[in-house]
């Protein structure tokens, strides 16, 4: 599972996620590629050009990475880019996460890939209850993270999920809603976890729980 974003370093446009350079290859400016895409050959074709997402710090920063040549090694997809000619302008590069321009209006063609826009606000669903809503996606490395907010909870509570099968199993766009199959201890609190009857107490107890609630 996938889904492109246009925040951070990237334009205000909707992109969709595609690769992420993994390590230098050989001398000559190669890289080893994580894909995010069902259609490596189709992306990265001969003079396809790609939004990078590094560092500020870095020289290749608001600048595109143009594909001179894509292959298979040892089963492992590796690629060349124009203007990075040796092991050390490559090394420079590593991490890299590479973006394509997408028409808003238009999904994404791999499957299992949703644009930020598309997952933000479904309803969370768990055991055929909402228990949350989808409030932001975060992108890192390594996985996505759909960032829930439990129903009648504030930022505070907001749970980080990580966005593959396992424990999001069905994403339904036009249905609005995600279903999740958390592990145990994912949800710590959910509407009606703590909806278990208090003995009464007095005005000044009462207080205290309040405040110490509010911080």
Avoid: C
Avoid at 43 to 65: I, N
Avoid at 68 to 91: I, K, L, Q, Y
């Amino acid at each position: 599972m996938s889904a492109g974003d246009a925040a951070g370093a990237q334009p205000a446009k909707t992109q969709l996620r595609v690769g992420r350079l993994v390590k230098a290859h050989g001398l000559k400016g190669a890289f080893k590629l994580e894909l995010y895409t069902d259609d490596p050959e189709g992306r990265f074709v001969p003079g396809k050009s790609f939004t990078l997402q590094v560092p500020e710090s870095s020289p290749w920063h608001g600048r595109e990475l143009t594909v001179r040549e894509f292959r298979w090694m040892n089963s492992h997809p590796v690629a060349f880019f124009e203007g990075v000619d040796d092991r050390t302008a490559a090394e420079g590069l590593v991490k890299a996460i590479l973006w394509i321009d997408q028409d808003a209006e238009t999904a994404p063609a791999e499957d299992d890939a949703w644009y930020d826009h598309q997952l933000i606000g479904l309803d969370v669903v768990r055991d055929g209850e909402v228990i949350g809503r989808v409030v932001r996606v975060d992108h890192f490395p390594a996985q996505d993270l759909l960032i829930v907010r439990p129903t009648g909870r504030g930022e505070d509570a907001d749970v980080l999920v990580p966005f593959v099968s396992a424990i999001v199993p069905e994403v339904d766009v036009e249905a609005g809603r995600v279903v999740v199959t958390p592990p145990a201890g994912l949800f710590e609190e959910l509407p009606g976890d703590d909806d278990t009857p208090q003995e009464e107490s007095g005005p000044d107890e009462s207080d205290e729980v309040a405040d110490s609630r509010e911080d």
